[in-house]
């Protein structure tokens, strides 16, 4: 319940029956003699109560307090409501957006879609002011029912296709800046998180170099093309069954062909992935360059320094064919 203009001050309400006296302490001097009709707001919120054709201007006490007594339609509540002061609407026209205000009625002439809102023209929920600040238009005109890309163009680089409004090519939806951006790649210039989505959704627009990057804890893969966890990983593991107890462990990542040691480490980077012991020990005939890979798949093998393969030490270990296996062993001979 208030009036739309800048400067408010409070008012006390006072009830007898069908009348209510306000008596209203000024913020400071009231710069004309306003009528009740200029004083109080033509907002629903505030008008509906009373009845618009006897509202009376009773007096004006001195330049601090004003008393207004009212006929209202309907019962109100006592208590403590603002009202404003300022210049009547006809001394300083029809309000723009951000204008000092009345009425949403007044907003309304000169910009489509806009109201009074706390005593200032804005725009309606779900509505935007455009570049000149001139006009609200749709927040997210993206998948709105068109005929032509003129329906679309409330909405930066939006296009109509299938007579539905969609961002154009190399464009993506950007709900938070209200416009079709152009996507971009790690590394690339942006504005808002979502040119950064089309390489990888986890993927942020960094503040304040403005350009996509992996957000914390994530780095980017070789091409620059997707983000995977950094150097280190951590996980939460139960130190007991039902026990209130936990152990938090932090592990190095290691991507697919790495050295690990369990395969949480692999999990990070391949969710299908684990960590084979020994994966890539060599067994006997096979290609090596030393003998720790050779000594690592089969006991007493070594790398012979001439053919470069593996093979069981010689004066120490024969080869021997294990039976239903493919693979041979060295037993000490």
Known sequence: MSLR?????????SIWGSFVLLVCALSQTQAQANTVGQVLSQDSSWYSPWSTNILQWITRVDAAVLLFLIEISRPIDSGTVKIFQGKPAQETGDPALGDDCWSSERCQVRTRNSEC???RCTCKLDYIPDATLRNCIYKNVIGRICGSDADCSQYNSAICSGETCICGLNFINAPSASACLPVSSIGGKCAVDEQCWRVTNLSICDNPTMLCSCPVRYVNDANGKTCLPGDTYQDTYSAKERSPNELVA???VKR????CVISDQCLATSP???CLKNADALGLGEDCVTGDLCQARVTGSTCDAGSKKCVCEANNYVQFRIPNQTLDTCIPG
């Not at 203009?5 to 309400?13: D, M, N, S, T, Y």
């Not at 697919?256 to 050295?259: S, T, V, Y």
């Open 5 to 13: 203009f800048a400067v408010f001050c409070e008012c006390g309400i």
């Open 117 to 119: 809102t706390e005593g």
């Open 250 to 252: 932090t592990f190095e």
């Open 256 to 259: 697919l062909d790495e050295p």
């Open 272 to 274: 299908d992935s684990t």
